[in-house]
C-alpha cells in the first residue's frame, strides 16, 4: 500500500509569509503526527491528531497550527515565518487508537525554507 | 519532562566489529523505548521497540531500568548497517504516541 505523502517536498519563502504543509497518510491510519527536524535541535514533535481532533501539542509557538480532515489528511500552518523556522517537516502516520503500537511511519518530509 | 541522550554523534566501526549504540533517557514514569533509522535516502523507520524484545537485522536492545539505558547492540557490524540511528521514548497516554527522539548517532561501517 502507499507510504505516507507530503507536499510539496521542498518550498522557499520569505520571513513574514505563511506555509501551509500537506501530509496524506496511510490507508486505514487515523492518527497523524508532525515532527520538525534541524541539524541543532534534532527531531521535536509538533502535534498530532487523532479522528480530527488535537490529542497532543509540542512545545511550539502558536504560529504553529494544525488540522484534520474527516479522511485524516492532516495539514499544518506556519505564519508570520522566522528564519528559524527553516527545517525539515515530517510527517508520520500510525493506526491510533486502542491498536496503537507505537510504530510511526514516516513521510519522506517537506523541506521549509524561509529567506 | 523526558528527555533522550545519544551521546555520540558519529560511530565508526569495521565490518564485522561489534557495534553498540548507546542510549540513555530520563522519564519518571513507564516508558516505552523504540530505535527508528534512516538509511541513506530513505524514509525514518522503526527498527525496533523494547517491548517486543525481539531481534532485527541482527540488532538488539534491553531495556536497563536501573541504569535509565536502552542500548542498540549487533554482534558484527555490516556494510549495510551503516546509517543514522534514533533512539526514541513516549508514554501511552490515551492511545497517543508522542515520541520523544535523541539526536542521532550515525554508524558508519568501514569495509
Known amino acids: 500500500k502507499a507510504g505516507v505523502t507530503q507536499t510539496p517536498r521542498y518550498l522557499i519563502k520569505t520571513r513574514g509569509q505563511q506555509v501551509t504543509l500537506s501530509c496524506s497518510p496511510i490507508?486505514?491510519?487515523?492518527?497523524v503526527s508532525w515532527y520538525q527536524q534541524t541539524p541543532g535541535q534534532g527531531l521535536q514533535f509538533l502535534f498530532e491528531?487523532?479522528?480530527?481532533?488535537?490529542?497532543n501539542k509540542g512545545n511550539f509557538p502558536g504560529r504553529f497550527s494544525g488540522r484534520q480532515f474527516s479522511n485524516s489528511r492532516s495539514e499544518m500552518n506556519v505564519s508570520t515565518l522566522e528564519l528559524g523556522d527553516s527545517a525539515l517537516y515530517l510527517c508520520?502516520?500510525?493506526?491510533?487508537?486502542?491498536?496503537?503500537?507505537?510504530?510511526?511511519?514516516f513521510g519522506e518530509g517537506s523541506r521549509l525554507t524561509v529567506l | 519532562a523526558q528527555r533522550v541522550t545519544q551521546p555520540e554523534k558519529l560511530l565508526s566501526v569495521f565490518k564485522g566489529a561489534p557495534v553498540e549504540l548507546k542510549c540513555n533517557y530520563s522519564?519518571?514514569?513507564?516508558?516505552?523505548l523504540f530505535w527508528y533509522v534512516q538509511y541513506s535516502r530513505q524514509r525514518l523507520q522503526l527498527l525496533l521497540r523494547?517491548?517486543s524484545r525481539e531481534s532485527i537485522k541482527g540488532f538488539t536492545a534491553d531495556l536497563n531500568k536501573g541504569e535509565t539505558s536502552f542500548h542498540l547492540k549487533k554482534p558484527f557490524a555490516q556494510e549495510e548497517d551503516s546509517a543514522m540511528y534514533y533512539c526514541?521514548?513516549?508514554?501511552?497516554?490515551?492511545?497517543?504516541?508522542?515520541?520523544?527522539f535523541g539526536k542521532g548517532t550515525k554508524l558508519s561501517v568501514i569495509p
Open positions: 508520520a502516520s500510525s493506526l491510533g487508537g486502542g491498536t496503537n503500537t507505537g510504530e510511526l511511519f
Open positions: 490507508s486505514g491510519h487515523r492518527s
Open positions: 491528531y487523532f479522528s480530527e481532533t488535537q490529542r
Open positions: 522519564y519518571s514514569g513507564s516508558p516505552e
Open positions: 523494547h517491548i
Open positions: 526514541a521514548l513516549t508514554y501511552s497516554g490515551a492511545g497517543s504516541y508522542q515520541l520523544t
